[in-house]
Nanobody, 124 residues
Framework: QVQLVESGGGLVQAGDSLRLSCAAS????????MGWFRQAPGKEREFVAAISGSGGNTYYADSVKGRFTISRDNAKTTLYLQMNSLKPEDTAIYYC?????????????????WGQGTQVTVSS
């Protein structure tokens, strides 16, 4: 079992950058595929990015490809999401999530553990 705590959200202007962090408990962090999802008001939870346990494989939603970078530090048991060139449509609560396998990455229901979320607001 793993517990996840996100941080780093805030209010920024369009074009700015922000880095989210997700601190994980437990000594088996490197065993988990990690993902970032987001949910805007009135919308369903949306896949953003995922990374394999070793960090060697990543996968992005088309809407963030080229702007966002997912990474992890297994020694620090921390997941990151570097967000550049932010747009107002990136405004949402961002969640990190963990699962064991690196398949069906975009399906939120396939993830076993979730953090509480961190708010990102991008003003125009």
């Amino acid at each position: 079992q793993v517990q996840l705590v996100e941080s780093g959200g805030g209010l920024v202007q369009a074009g700015d950058s922000l880095r989210l962090s997700c601190a994980a408990s437990g000594r088996t962090f490197s065993s988990y595929t990690m993902g970032w999802f987001r949910q805007a008001p009135g919308k369903e939870r949306e896949f953003v990015a995922a990374i394999s346990g070793s960090g060697g494989n990543t996968y992005y939603a088309d809407s963030v490809k080229g702007r966002f970078t997912i990474s992890r530090d297994n020694a620090k048991t921390t997941l990151y999401l570097q967000m550049n060139s932010l747009k107002p449509e990136d405004t949402a609560i961002y969640y990190c999530a963990a699962r064991y396998s690196f398949i069906y990455l975009q399906v939120a229901q396939k993830y076993d553990y979730w953090g509480q979320g961190t708010q990102v607001t991008v003003s125009s």
